[in-house]
């Protein structure tokens, strides 16, 4: 079971980086730009779209059509969703 601290993960000198949000300044974020395969039965779907992981309580208010910038990337902000947890939101990317 998972039980390290939230905010552990966040530290920029574990996994996360630092990314400028539109509408709050800078927040933390695990930046996600790899493949994303969706299984339906015998067909799998390829994604390729970027993704951030990004603690709720940092971000409150985040919407879709915002703006966070990564790795010098103007990323504009696609249904944000919160896990399971309700504690991390999963936040698809767009791509400039």
Do not use: C, H
């Amino acid at each position: 079971m998972f039980t390290e601290p939230l905010a552990d993960f966040f530290s920029t000198a574990e996994f996360a980086e630092e990314a400028l949000w539109s509408a709050g300044g800078t927040v933390q974020v695990i930046f996600d730009n790899g493949y994303a395969g969706v299984q339906f039965g015998q067909l799998e779907v390829a994604s390729l779209g970027p993704v951030a992981y990004i603690r709720a309580s940092q971000v409150p208010g985040l919407a879709s059509g915002q703006t966070l910038t990564i790795r010098g990337v103007a990323y504009t902000t696609r249904a944000p969703e919160p896990d399971e947890s309700g504690n991390l939101l999963v936040v698809r990317l767009i791509k400039p």
